[in-house]
């Protein structure tokens, strides 16, 4: 009976094992295999396995699910080029802003007109006369010449309507503006090489801001610059370079590093000048305190770095026209270090007085060649001695 009862437990065993085997679906077995690399329900084994929300897992010749598509959130936009600007061209600059220069010189010349329009030009005349001058900023040897000069002619030629009297004094400041140096700013391209400019100046006077306002004229001339960030002092100063030479498409040179050697940079930006075929290189360096001994130095061994690649055209002083005196001080040491060739004489639209301009020139027997007349980007110009008499005077 045992046997029995074995022999029916183990049918039904063997009953149920073979109808389970019956009710499995086809393939389960290749997804085992698919799971370790095989195709899913194939059970061949070459093929792949598809994640939903997962990369594909990849072997025998099967192809790869593309990337998920980011969300609008992780798209970045490019950050929109800078607006290059068309700068108007320097010619006629200073013509046009006389006006300007006008109204903050007319006191200084209204006052001399007035002095010789007077009947009587006794000695007290003409010391009131040389002392408008020297509060002018002409300097006490040129006011003194001045109106020994003026006494001279007033003796000789008798009369004085008031179309003389003005002629008279109009030629005799042109006499002392005019110069035999040349105000030509020497940015040419010459032997296949960019004109080299180094902008020299103590801190205050503009100096940065002049580099950006004549790089701003040479392109509207049709020139193109790079400019040398060698103000490594100031990151503030290298920023704002670069703003200037973004809006009209002049490459700057910088260094990141704050406190990097300015002669590097100066370098490396002449270098890239030579190479990229530009027109000029402008230079900025550092606001030097000209009693600093050790900055001046400094200052002369960029201009000797440079001088190991090409040489330098022009080297611009950059002078706040209302420091008056004070200018000329800071203009003899920076004279004696990187021999000075040109004179920029910011703000002469405010305070300044125009004598400063007589005074700094016979000074150094170096020219004027920039003045700037005002805080916009285009009111720098190229000085001018008629233009700059006659709005002394009023006309």
Known sequence: ???????????????????????????????????????????????????????????????AQAPPVPRPADVTAPPAPPVVE??????????????RLARSQTGFGAALLGLLSRDRL???????????????????????QIVSDLRTKVKVEGTRTSEEVRAMLRAELLAQVETEASRALRTQRHEGRPAVVLVVGVNGTGKTTTVGKLARSLV????????????????????????????????????????????????????????????????????????KTGLMDELGKVKRVIEKRTSVDEVLLVLDATTGQNGLRQARVFAEVVDVSGIVLTKLDGTAKGGIVIAVQRELGVPVK??????????????????????????
């Not at 393939?27 to 799971?35: A, E, F, L």
């Not at 068309?86 to 006006?99: E, F, H, I, V």
């Open 122 to 144: 006794d000695d007290d005349t003409w010391d009131e006369m040389e002392e408008v001058l020297i509060t002018a900023d002409v300097g006490v040897t040129p006011a003194r």
């Open 1 to 63: 009976m045992g046997y029995i009862i074995l022999i029916v437990v183990l049918a039904v065993l063997i009953l149920a094992v073979g109808g389970t085997m019956l009710l499995r679906p086809r393939g389960t077995r290749g997804v085992r295999r698919g799971r370790a690399g095989g195709d899913l329900g194939s059970g061949t084994g070459t093929g792949t396995i598809e994640r939903p929300g997962t990369d594909t897992d990849t072997a025998g010749t099967g192809t």
């Open 220 to 291: 509207g001339d049709g020139d193109t610059v790079v400019l040398g960030a060698a103000d490594t002092f100031r990151a503030a100063a290298v920023d704002q370079l670069q703003t200037w030479g973004d809006r009209v498409g002049a490459q700057t040179v910088r260094s990141d590093k704050e406190g990097a050697d300015p002669a590097s940079v100066a370098f490396e930006a002449v270098s890239h000048g030579i190479e990229g075929e530009a027109d000029v290189v402008l230079i900025d360096t550092a606001g030097r305190l000209h009693t």
């Open 370 to 395: 920039l003045v700037g007349l005002g805080e916009g980007p285009d009111d720098l110009a190229p000085f001018d001695a008629e233009t700059f008499v006659d709005a002394i005077l009023g006309d």
């Open 86 to 99: 068309k700068p108007p061209p320097s010619a006629g600059r200073m013509m046009r802003l006389r006006a």
